[in-house]
């Protein structure tokens, strides 16, 4: 069902919860880890193809992953919902501004934009704009795909508690965070996808996100050729022990990872 797509490089720039792994002053078995997979920013992922680079979200640990994976160029930031741990770090895509010397495009529906708007609101200000805030040119997506330089974005409606947020399908990749219900057509749209990523938050249920079991049940119906579970919180368990009690389709995604579809 995908049109005729440039390869895709998807990179994990974070795959924790809201709060992240280790938990400030945690000493549970996951936090005090030696194991580099049980360290998770907050999740994000940087895709690239055809030349272009974008992230879908950028959170409080922006400008780190940025750091780690040594990006020199960004496109567009796209975003799933208006979450602090999503939307934290747009102040520092000003780098890109000084580097590349241009505004940089974000995508989100109105309602999105809006909340961002009022976390940050000197960058939005009409009057007596401060220079150092970051330069942007704002894009109102809705529930239809859109392109950004040729590359269809098609967002999956799914719901996080009361919030509608969304996630997207490029090409044969589709990725969902901080869903905890995603409608059979919605889910539907990422039928076909070679890869495809769900949030996962721990073992048991909670009433924002998907647990384990939730998260599998919905790749089950998908059966992609390989999915990963990312948001995840401390209480997931050790990223070693968890990966082998899932399908075999099925692995936890962790910073760092990178893939090619
Ligand atoms: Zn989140
Ligand atoms: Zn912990
Ligand atoms: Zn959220």
């Known amino acids: 069902m995908a049109d005729q797509h440039p390869p895709i490089t998807v990179t994990f720039l974070g795959t924790g919860t809201s709060i992240g792994v280790p938990v400030i002053t945690c000493t549970c078995s996951v936090c005090c880890s030696s ?7 907050r999740s994000s992922v940087m895709i690239e193809t055809a030349g272009h680079t974008y ?50 495009d974000i995508y989100g529906t109105k309602r999105m934009l809006s909340a961002i708007q009022t976390e940050f609101p000197y960058i939005f200000a009409e009057s007596s704009r401060y220079l150092g805030a970051p330069k942007l040119n704002i894009h109102h997506i809705t529930e239809k795909p859109f392109q950004i330089n040729g590359i269809t974005f098609t967002p999956i409606q799914a719901m996080h508690e009361h919030l509608p947020i969304h996630g997207y399908r490029i090409g044969d990749f589709s990725y969902v965070t901080d869903a905890n219900f ?13 890869v ?19 998260a599998v049940e919905v790749l089950v119906k998908l059966a992609p050729e390989q999915a990963y579970l990312t948001h995840m919180s401390h209480f997931i368990g050790l990223h070693e022990e968890v990966n082998v009690s899932l399908p075999p389709f099925i692995k936890l995604a962790y910073d760092g990872l990178k893939i090619t579809i």
Request: aromatic fraction near 6%; include cysteine; hydrophobic fraction near 35%.
């Open 182 to 194: 995603i409608e059979e057509a919605e889910i539907e749209k990422m039928r076909g996808s070679k």
């Open 55 to 104: 992230v879908i979200d950028c959170g409080p640990d922006f400008r780190i992953q940025m750091l780690r994976e040594k990006v020199t160029n960004l496109n567009a930031v796209i975003f799933t919902h208006e979450h602090r741990d999503h939307i934290a770090g747009l102040d520092d895509v000003r780098a890109f501004n000084y580097v590349l010397n241009k505004k940089i």
């Open 35 to 41: 194991d580099p997979h049980d360290k998770r920013f």
């Open 196 to 214: 495809v990523v769900l949030n996962a938050l721990r073992k048991s249920r909670h009433p924002s996100h998907f647990c384990i079991d939730e």
